[in-house]
C-alpha cells in the first residue's frame, strides 16, 4: 500500500466493491464541483484524497442550482416530493485532512449524511436551500445538466 505525502496510507482498490475505509481515512461523496476533472476536484486532490468509485444516492435526494449558478446542491428530498437516485463519487480523505476540507467548503455548502443505493450511510458534500434556488434535479447527475444547458 503506498503513502500520500503526510505518511497516512493510500488504501488500494483491488474491485471497486464496497467496503469500510481503512480506520486512516473517511469516506466522502461529493456530486459537483469537486468530482474529477471539475474546477474544485484540486480540494481533494491537494489533502490527498483519492478517488474510489462513482455511487449514486439513495432515491430519496434533489439537486438545486446555487445562487451563483456554478455548482449544485444536493438535499434530502423535501416531503412531499419525489426524490430521485443521483450520481456522484466516493474519496477516501486521509483522517487529518477532513478538517482542511471543511474550512474550504463555503456556504452554503456543508457535510453531512448521505444514504447511498448500495445501503451504505457516508458522509458527503450537501447543501442548504431557502426555496428560491433552481430545482435540477437529473438522474445523470451535475455534469448532465450543466452539459445540457450549455
Known amino acids: 500500500m503506498s503513502t500520500t505525502r503526510h505518511g497516512t496510507p493510500r488504501p488500494a482498490v483491488l474491485d471497486g466493491s ?20 471539475e474546477p474544485r476536484c484540486w480540494q481533494l486532490e491537494e489533502v490527498d484524497g483519492a478517488f474510489l468509485r462513482d455511487v449514486r444516492t439513495a432515491p430519496a435526494y434533489r439537486m438545486h442550482l446555487a445562487a451563483d449558478g456554478h ?23 486521509p483522517v487529518p485532512a477532513v478538517g482542511n476540507l471543511l474550512v ?5 455548502e456543508a457535510v453531512g449524511p448521505v444514504a447511498l443505493d448500495d445501503g451504505r450511510h457516508v458522509l458527503g458534500v450537501l447543501g442548504a ?14 455534469r448532465a445538466f450543466r452539459d445540457g444547458c450549455a
Open 104 to 108: 474550504a467548503l463555503s456556504a452554503p
Open 18 to 37: 464496497p467496503t469500510a475505509p481503512p480506520p486512516t481515512t473517511v469516506s466522502l461523496v461529493v456530486f459537483g464541483a469537486h468530482l474529477r476533472g
Open 71 to 93: 455548482r449544485p446542491l444536493v438535499v434530502p428530498a423535501p416531503s412531499g416530493v419525489p426524490g430521485m437516485g443521483l450520481p456522484g463519487e466516493e474519496w477516501l480523505l
Open 129 to 142: 436551500v431557502t426555496g428560491r434556488e433552481r430545482d435540477i434535479s437529473d438522474p445523470f447527475g451535475w
